[in-house]
């Protein structure tokens, strides 16, 4: 018996079979489908998925063969991986003076013949075979040969799709420990800036009752300049961390929710003006199974916008809610200024601006539609604008329709 040579690349050849996470794994239907196919256009009663590893071969699908691994120098795959760029082939194994002695071959399964085609990764290392194994001599024809060298090529594919897997789990898993590392950092920093910021607002609030009737004119704008920076701030500090943690976690709780009674309770928290007038236009029997605080983030911002960026003597809002057999059509509609051609592009990206101001002076901060084009989105659906300057805005959207989870 003649022993395998180890290649000279065998420290770099290992570390590629390592990288595919295959070795000891379970039998998965995918792999023993390819054995069963190779087994059947072979016309041999065994097929086998091996992989060299150092000091054994193991077997990842072993159709028609008891075990699931032998000793690496057994093994006629060690054999093969030495010549990577064609099939390996052995006749009859009984009459070859490197097998001829091999336990293999001596005893149970008592191989003869054997063809193996070497699994190449994309980087020119050998893995191991896909090979096709019989009891008596035999030789496979062109077209068989092809076939293996074929279910070869596709078994390395899924090879490679279960690597990609493998790495996109990994990279979800980190993102997703840096997501919370970053979520408390936006917290604890929006705190420790926030507090500086609220003792801005006291001191200047104090100074501006105790002493605005001895101050100069100027001293008192001052004063109300400083409140409205402080002010301007923590809002905006606000919209980022509302933006940060709203944006993660929708799919975390959902809960069948009905469309008209959550408009209303949004209407009844931010309409107590006799100015403002707002009519909801939707079915009693229109639900969605979504997370109930994203939906109203959404809602919230729109029609907040829709108050603050209005300066018309009667506010007037209507929200119409069509459902489809897949998602529910919604669109908010208003009668403010409008929005600018040249921004209706821009309006959802994070701290992008119009030129409008509220009715307070304020111009926003960029933060709540990009809050809600992220929120929509990471409920399936997608946002838009239809405007023209000075004749109001209507966002259309669309939420996707999911159905409910029944407990086990």
């Keep these: 018996m003649k022993y395998p040579e180890t290649p000279h690349n065998e420290k770099e050849r290992q570390n590629a079979l390592n990288s595919y996470a295959i070795l000891d794994t379970l039998p998965e239907k995918e792999y023993d489908e390819i054995t069963f196919l190779a087994s059947m256009i072979c016309d041999t009663p065994m097929a086998l998925i091996s992989f060299v590893d150092e000091g054994r071969q193991w077997f990842k699908s072993n159709n028609g063969l008891a075990t699931t691994e032998t000793p690496r120098e057994f093994a006629f795959c060690a054999h093969a991986i030495n010549q990577k760029d064609r099939t390996f082939i052995v006749t009859d194994s009984r009459e070859d003076e490197r097998f001829s002695n091999n336990p293999l071959v001596t005893s149970d399964p008592n191989l003869v013949f054997y063809a193996g085609v070497p699994l190449v990764n994309p980087d020119g290392y050998p893995l191991g075979t896909l090979c096709v194994l019989d009891v008596k001599p035999k030789k496979l024809t062109s077209d068989q040969l092809k076939a293996l060298e074929i279910l070869s090529l596709q078994l390395m594919k899924l090879m490679e799709l279960r690597k990609s897997t493998i790495f996109l789990h990994d990279t979800n898993k980190r993102l997703a420990t840096k997501n919370k590392a970053l979520d408390k950092f936006v917290s604890v920093a929006a705190h420790d800036i926030k507090s500086p910021i609220n003792n801005i607002l006291s001191l200047s609030s104090l100074l501006l009752e105790d002493h605005a009737p001895t101050m100069e004119g100027e001293a008192v704008e001052l004063l109300?300049?400083?409140?409205?920076?402080?002010?301007?701030?923590?809002?905006?500090?606000?919209?980022?961390?509302?933006?940060?943690?709203?944006?993660?976690?929708?799919?975390?709780?959902?809960?069948?929710?009905?469309?008209?009674?959550?408009?209303?309770?949004?209407?009844?928290?931010?309409?107590?003006?006799?100015?403002?007038?707002?009519?909801?236009?939707?079915?009693?029997?229109?639900?969605?199974?979504?997370?109930?605080?994203?939906?109203?983030?959404?809602?919230?911002?729109?029609?907040?916008?829709?108050?603050?960026?209005?300066?018309?003597?009667?506010?007037?809002?209507?929200?119409?809610?069509?459902?489809?057999?897949?998602?529910?059509?919604?669109?908010?509609?208003?009668?403010?200024?409008?929005?600018?051609?040249?921004?209706?592009?821009?309006?959802?990206?994070?701290?992008?601006?119009?030129?409008?101001?509220?009715?307070?002076?304020?111009?926003?901060?960029?933060?709540?539609l990009a809050t809600v084009k992220n929120l929509v989105e990471n409920?399936?659906?997608?946002?838009?604008?239809?405007?023209?300057?000075?004749?109001?805005?209507q966002f259309r959207f669309s939420l996707k329709k999911m159905e409910a989870q029944v407990p086990a």
Excluded: C, W
């Design 224 to 368: 109300d300049y400083i409140q409205t920076s402080a002010q301007h701030s923590t809002h905006l500090i606000d919209g980022i961390l509302s933006y940060s943690k709203n944006a993660n976690g929708i799919s975390e709780h959902r809960e069948n929710i009905h469309m008209k009674s959550l408009l209303q309770d949004v209407a009844d928290l931010l309409i107590s003006d006799e100015h403002v007038q707002m009519t909801i236009d939707a079915d009693e029997t229109t639900n969605i199974y979504a997370n109930p605080t994203a939906l109203h983030q959404i809602f919230s911002n729109l029609i907040s916008n829709s108050i603050k960026y209005n300066h018309q003597d009667q506010i007037k809002i209507h929200v119409k809610v069509i459902e489809t057999d897949s998602n529910l059509r919604i669109r908010v509609f208003d009668n403010g200024p409008g929005i600018k051609p040249i921004d209706k592009k821009r309006i959802f990206k994070l701290f992008s601006t119009t030129a409008n101001k509220d009715r307070n002076g304020f111009h926003g901060t960029g933060i709540g």
């Design 379 to 393: 409920l399936g659906g997608k946002i838009s604008v239809v405007s023209e300057e000075g004749k109001g805005a």
